[in-house]
């Protein structure tokens, strides 16, 4: 099976946002996006989005964007993801033009991105 199954501790900062460490594949809410930080973790989701079966086959977009763990990386990375998803939410269709909309944050950010679209 994967192994997202550690859970690590919380960052101080982290603190403020949630109340403990969460463990995806325990988490059964379907998502439109899901944004990872480490190719590994990127590997891990979607490894578990195949064994959950996909019955819904409501599309979910998984995207890595690759943040090495330190505080300064951690927080531009959070303005990269906050500026990616707000150009994906504001899409009249997300779905056709999320690739579209990776490539040109890539161009723009000078970074590579992983997707991979999966289903519930």
């Known amino acids: 099976s994967s192994g997202i199954n550690a859970e690590w501790p919380l960052r101080p900062g982290n603190r403020r946002i949630k109340e403990k460490p969460e463990r995806f594949q325990e988490n059964q809410d ?10 590994r973790v990127f590997d891990q989701v979607l490894e578990n989005m195949s064994e959950r079966g996909g019955n819904s086959c409501k599309m979910v977009h998984v995207i890595n964007v690759e943040i090495k763990d330190n505080h300064d990386d951690a927080t531009l990375g959070a303005f990269v993801i906050h500026e990616l998803a707000k150009e994906i939410c504001s899409s009249e269709d997300p779905e056709a033009e999320v690739e579209e909309i990776i490539d040109t944050m890539e161009k723009k950010k000078k970074q590579r991105f992983l997707y991979s679209p999966s289903f519930y």
């Open 30 to 39: 379907e998502f439109d996006l899901i944004v990872t930080c480490q190719e």
